[in-house]
């Protein structure tokens, strides 16, 4: 069966077929199944997160402000589907 999971990396959406099981350890119930990265994704994942910190890291004061201000009303937004 296709999966139509899918992880964020690099300021782009990749489907992914792994996943996890999270299991209630009362009645073996499935209470959630995530989305799994591959240790091949993971190491993607790292080394963007990487540059992005470099990138952010060299730009102006107010241009990183802007930025996180930017990050904080978009959660604000959503606060109700986190």
Request: hydrophobic fraction near 45%; charged fraction near 30%; aromatic fraction near 8%.
């Amino acid at each position: 069966m296709p999966s139509t999971r899918k992880i964020f990396i690099d300021g782009e959406w990749r489907a992914t077929a792994d996943r996890a099981v999270v299991r209630n350890p009362y009645d073996g119930s499935v209470v959630a199944e995530l989305h799994q990265a591959t240790a091949a994704e993971l190491d993607e994942a790292v080394a963007a997160a990487a540059r992005a910190f470099e990138r952010a890291r060299k730009m102006p004061s107010f241009e990183r402000e802007a930025m996180l201000l930017g990050i904080a009303s978009g959660i604000e937004a959503r606060r109700e589907e986190f």
